[in-house]
């Protein structure tokens, strides 16, 4: 997830300091069109608690996880993550959103103190020669 956003959302700096918590999941396959758009109308309308509710895994199929990134500034960005096959099986950054003031607050209460992993700066790219 760091890597295909590069830098934080919110500040544009790279990750120390930064945390990051799940907190939400949903199964994007089968005849779940009504559910999935709950999901996401809750994302965008920042229901918190409605969307905390969202805890569907299919470990062989695709999902979406909503995951909450913490910067040092103390406001949130939320990013969906698309994901397939296990929970640590990373495909791509669907989308990431700031959300700051209240809505940070509360969404922060709502995760709570001990979801937090720390978030790790990328280290630069290594520089290579091609062959001549």
Do not use: Y
Request: proline residues 4%; aromatic residues 8%; glycine residues 8%.
């Amino acid at each position: 997830m760091c890597r295909e956003l590069g830098a934080c959302p919110i500040c544009g700096k790279n990750f120390d300091g930064h945390a990051w918590a799940p907190f939400a999941t949903i199964v994007l396959a089968g005849k779940n069109r009504k559910h999935i758009a709950a999901f996401f109308d809750a994302l965008e309308e920042r229901r918190w608690q409605e969307l905390r509710k969202f805890q569907g895994w299919d470990a062989r199929g695709e999902n979406a996880e909503a995951i909450a990134i913490r910067c040092t500034s103390g406001d949130l960005a939320v990013a969906i993550v698309n994901t397939a096959v296990s929970e640590s099986a990373f495909k791509r950054v669907e989308r990431c959103k700031c959300v700051g003031g209240e809505d940070a607050r509360a969404l922060d209460a709502l995760i709570g103190a001990g979801a937090w992993k720390a978030l790790e700066a990328l280290p630069a790219a290594p520089v290579t020669m091609l062959p001549t």
